[in-house]
């Protein structure tokens, strides 16, 4: 019973491990991007200089599909050459394509910018203002994932279900230290019995 219990109690513990090295920065990277949303409406929110954004379009394929997550690392707009991938603000989205070409305008650096599966360049140069980082990598098709987290049955999978199991997590926890604290007692009892009993 008491191996039974012991190892009962190491699966509780590392489902437990394993909910919080998933979860937690998890909640720690939403919370951050939530609260810069709503502290800098104007501004893309960032976790420690990285941006995620999900593509939506194939104009950069084959190096980067529709679907994915890509992050960006801001970055000194000077710093930047042909062959760069940047994201940047085009309106009211934000486009990540590769540097094609630096040009000066009245003395104010513009990028000419086009995605690799197109035939021609954007239209428009970017402004250095714009540029909201240089790419760094990417995860394939975890722009779809974050896209089913926004919907119910996302949020009832990735928010309800993992707070539901960490929940059940710290009862199960709770009940089985109570059992063992209740069985230490009843052990310290009979010894005191038996003690009593040697005595008389």
Known sequence: MKEKNGLLQKIVGAV???????????LLINVTL???????PDKVPDFLGYKPFIVLSGSMEPSIMTGDMVFVKETDP????VGDVIAYKSG?????HRIV??????GETRYVTQGDAN?????????PA????????RIAGAGNLAMFMQTTTGMILFVVC????????DVIRRQLESRKEMSRTKELEMELERLRAEKG
């Open 78 to 81: 000077d710093s930047l050459k």
């Open 162 to 169: 993992p707070l539901v199991l960490f929940v059940l997590w």
């Open 101 to 106: 070409e630096v040009k000066s305008e009245n």
């Open 34 to 40: 939530i609260v810069k949303s709503y502290t800098s």
């Open 16 to 26: 437990g491990i394993a909910l919080c090295v998933v979860f937690v920065p998890l």
């Open 92 to 96: 009211s989205a934000v486009v990540t």
């Open 130 to 137: 714009d540029v909201e980082g240089i790419y760094q990598r």
């Open 119 to 127: 035939n021609a360049a954007d239209q428009g140069m970017v402004k």
